[in-house]
């Protein structure tokens, strides 16, 4: 079995698709195949609406279509992972600002909270690294 990944990234949002195939594709053979379909996908988004908005041609907006599509019709699929961990990624780990019990990205939070404390890294560190660069750029002037 062979892994692929479909998805893109931007400043404020990124999605990775992790796809497996029993074939062995190069970079080139499936940069050309997810392309292949991604533009399949775009006509028949196109047809659907019987028009071209923005959304049909920006890669973000087709990128799910385009790996549902890889496995209905090329035969890759979408594995199941063992275990997730994806916390909120703005939140500070070691200043956590809200947490709520039994939500699965808080409770990411928390143990990168768990982990930081651990480590030393704590609200206490922080402020002390906070007054450091504040002297710090007034000495500077």
Same mark, same amino acid.
């Given at each position: 079995?062979?892994?692929?990944?479909?998805?893109?990234?931007?400043? $404020? !949002?990124?999605?990775?698709?992790?796809?497996?195939? $029993?074939?062995? %594709?190069? $970079? /080139?053979?499936?940069?050309?195949?997810?392309?292949?379909?991604?533009?399949?996908?775009?006509?028949?988004?196109?047809?659907?609406?019987?028009?071209?908005?923005?959304?049909?041609?920006? %890669?973000?907006?087709?990128?799910? !279509?385009?790996?549902? *599509?890889?496995?209905?019709?090329?035969? %890759?699929?979408? @594995?199941? @992972?063992?275990?997730? %961990?994806? @916390?909120?990624?703005? #939140?500070?780990?070691?200043?956590?600002?809200?947490?709520? !019990?039994? !939500?699965?990205? #808080? #409770?990411?939070?928390?143990?990168?909270?768990? *982990? *930081?404390? /651990? *480590?030393?890294?704590?609200?206490?560190?922080?402020?002390?690294?906070?007054?450091?660069?504040?002297?710090? $750029?007034?000495?500077?002037?």
């Amino acid at each position: 079995m062979y892994y692929y990944e479909v998805g893109y990234g931007s400043y $404020e !949002d990124s999605e990775r698709i992790m796809l497996t195939h $029993e074939t062995l %594709f190069s $970079e /080139k053979e499936f940069r050309d195949l997810v392309s292949e379909v991604t533009m399949e996908v775009m006509k028949r988004e196109i047809e659907k609406h019987n028009y071209v908005s923005c959304s049909e041609h920006r %890669f973000d907006w087709l990128c799910d !279509d385009t790996a549902k *599509a890889l496995c209905d019709s090329r035969g %890759f699929s979408i @594995p199941k @992972p063992t275990a997730k %961990f994806r @916390p909120f990624g703005w #939140e500070s780990f070691i200043n956590l600002d809200w947490t709520k !019990d039994g !939500d699965d990205v #808080e #409770e990411d939070l928390l143990s990168l909270n768990k *982990a *930081a404390t /651990k *480590a030393g890294y704590t609200q206490e560190w922080l402020a002390d690294i906070k007054a450091k660069q504040e002297k710090q $750029e007034k000495e500077d002037g």
